[in-house]
C-alpha cells in the first residue's frame, strides 16, 4: 500500500541556519507529492507540491525536488527564521485514489533565535 | 473570507456520550475530508466525502459517523464505541474528487474524553 515515512524529529536549528527534512515514499505509479504545514494550534496549510518526477515545488524559500529513482521528496530552507517553527508533513496522493492523501507523521522543527 | 469553519475549538465530554463536530465551508468545495491527528502519527483518514449525499470510510472509521446532507457542512459523530476518542481533529475540502486539487484544512477541534 502506500506509505510516507519522515525523518524523525524534533529538529532544533539555530536561526539562518540550513534545513533539511527527509521524506520517502511507497507508492505504485506516479504519486503527486506534498509538504504541509501546521503552525501551534492550527490546521494544515499547503507549503509546497510536485506533481510529476523531476518537478521542483517551492514556496517561501522552502524547495523540495520529487525524486522518483529514490523515491524521495525531501523539504530544504537555506536560512530558516524563527517564524518557521512549525510541523510539517509530508504527503502523496496516487493517481487511481481520488483526492486521498496519505501522510507521513510529521517533523516538528524548532528554529532558536 | 471563504475557509473552512470548525467548531468548537475545544471540547469536552464525558466517557460514554456521543459528541458531534461541526464543519462547515463556504468555497464551493464538492470534497470534504475528516482527519484525526495524534501525537508522533501524523494524520489518519477517518471519512471522506466527494460529492453531496454520498460519502466513503476511511483508514480509521470504526466508532465515526458522519453525513453530508448539504455540499457545506459534513459534520462528525464521535460515538461512545470509539475506543480512544481523545484526539485534534482535522476537517478539510477540495475542489473536487480528481487528483491535482489541494486540501484546504480547518482550525481544528481538540476533544477531551474525561
Known amino acids: 500500500g502506500n506509505s510516507v515515512t519522515q525523518m524523525e524529529g524534533p529538529v532544533t536549528l539555530s536561526e539562518e541556519a540550513f534545513l533539511t527534512i527527509n521524506c520517502t515514499y511507497t507508492?505504485?505509479?506516479?504519486?503527486?507529492l506534498f509538504w504541509y504545514v501546521q503552525y501551534p494550534g492550527e490546521g494544515l496549510q499547503l507549503l509546497l507540491k510536485?506533481?510529476?518526477?523531476?518537478d521542483k515545488g517551492s514556496n517561501k524559500g522552502f524547495e523540495a525536488t520529487y525524486r522518483k529513482e529514490t523515491t524521495s521528496f525531501h523539504l530544504e530552507k537555506g536560512s530558516v527564521q524563527v517564524s518557521d517553527s512549525a510541523v510539517y508533513f509530508c504527503a502523496l496522493r496516487r493517481e487511481t485514489s481520488g483526492s486521498r492523501l496519505t501522510f507521513g507523521e510529521g517533523t516538528q522543527l524548532t528554529v532558536n533565535p | 473570507d471563504g475557509g473552512i469553519t470548525q467548531s468548537p475549538k475545544y471540547l469536552f465530554r464525558k466517557e460514554g456520550q456521543n459528541v458531534t463536530l461541526s464543519c462547515e465551508q463556504n468555497l464551493n468545495h464538492d470534497a470534504m475530508y475528516w482527519y484525526r491527528q495524534d501525537p508522533g502519527q501524523g494524520l489518519r483518514l477517518i471519512y471522506y466525502s466527494q460529492i453531496v449525499n454520498d460519502f466513503q470510510k476511511g483508514d480509521i472509521a470504526e466508532g465515526y459517523s458522519v453525513s453530508r446532507e448539504k455540499k457545506e457542512s459534513f459534520p462528525l459523530t464521535v460515538t461512545s464505541a470509539q475506543k480512544n476518542p481523545t484526539a485534534f481533529y482535522l476537517c478539510?475540502?477540495?475542489?473536487?474528487?480528481?487528483?491535482?486539487?489541494?486540501?484546504?484544512f480547518g482550525p481544528g477541534t481538540r476533544l477531551t474524553v474525561l
Open positions: 478539510a475540502s477540495s475542489i473536487d474528487r480528481y487528483s491535482g486539487n489541494e486540501q484546504f
Open positions: 510536485a506533481t510529476k518526477a523531476d
Open positions: 507508492a505504485t505509479g506516479y504519486p503527486s
